[in-house]
């Protein structure tokens, strides 16, 4: 590692070390936590295809991932196995070699990998790539190849001010442009669950026809690389009704 700053009178060199071993520690540390979530796939998976959750007390695979003492959300164990499947037993890669990567990362091709969208890129390409990009780059490498608009973060001009009645709110869905494309259009959006899965009839968010088919189509997927989208409308959203609130004191 190239060292951040040079050394000066102003600097203390014991401190530039420690920051230095710290960084050292951290990147170790990030390569053995990979390491484990490619390992808690596999361990996911062997207990959910052999069915050793009734063994340990679990009619279901779902109530087992529910157990309190299992820190993680039914979603993100789902996701280790998703990994674990496709990027080694499938594609066979080696953990060594997505270690350096990462979850989230492999998480992000994963869209482009598993549905062979069209591409110059072979899958070794995409997992290099993966390495040496943020997620930021990739995210944007993903939706190029997707035939989508880079996702450029600015502020949203949205005329309709966020008001608690709830056609009110449809109306602000529509008017508001897909928050994944960009899209000047857009669908209200059941989420997380639909309608007839039991989703509340005001849990909506804007996507145009064509994401609101990918989502459908895809969801887990859809939603795990468009989480931080969905996750800033949200609080776009949030801020809204706190200037209504505001308003009304």
């Not at 109530?63 to 998703?82: A, C, L, N």
């Not at 897909?178 to 804007?206: L, Q």
Request: aromatic letters at 12%; one cysteine or more; glycine letters at 6%.
């Amino acid at each position: 590692m190239n060292k951040i700053v040079e050394i000066s009178p102003e600097i203390d060199e014991a401190q530039l070390t420690k920051a230095e071993q710290c960084h050292k520690e951290v990147l170790a540390r990030t390569i053995i936590t990979a390491n484990n979530l490619l390992e808690l796939g596999k361990l996911f998976k062997t207990i959910r295809d052999e069915k050793l959750y009734k063994l340990l007390g679990a009619e279901t695979f779902g109530e087992y991932v529910g157990y309190p003492e299992i820190s993680f959300g039914r979603s993100t164990i789902y996701s280790f196995i998703h990994v674990y499947e496709l990027y080694i037993l499938k594609l066979g890669f080696q953990p060594k070699l997505l270690s350096n990567i990462g979850h989230r990362k492999l998480q992000i091709i994963t869209p482009v990998i598993k549905n062979h969208v069209a591409s110059t890129l072979e899958i070794d390409e995409w997992i290099k790539m993966a390495e040496l990009l943020s997620e930021s780059d990739l995210i944007n490498e993903v939706r190029r190849v997707q035939g989508k608009p880079e996702m450029i973060p600015k502020p949203k001009e949205v005329e309709n001010v966020y008001p608690f009645d709830f056609k009110d709110y449809l109306s602000f869905v529509k008017a508001h442009g897909c928050i994944t494309c960009g899209s000047g259009e857009s669908d209200p959006h059941h989420f997380p669950k639909s309608k007839g899965a039991g989703g509340r009839e005001y849990a909506r968010i804007p996507l145009c026809r064509k994401c609101h088919s990918q989502c459908h189509s895809d969801p887990f997927d859809f939603l795990w690389l468009y989480k931080d989208d969905i996750f800033e409308y949200f609080y776009e959203v949030f801020l809204k009704c706190f200037e209504l609130i505001r308003e009304k004191k």
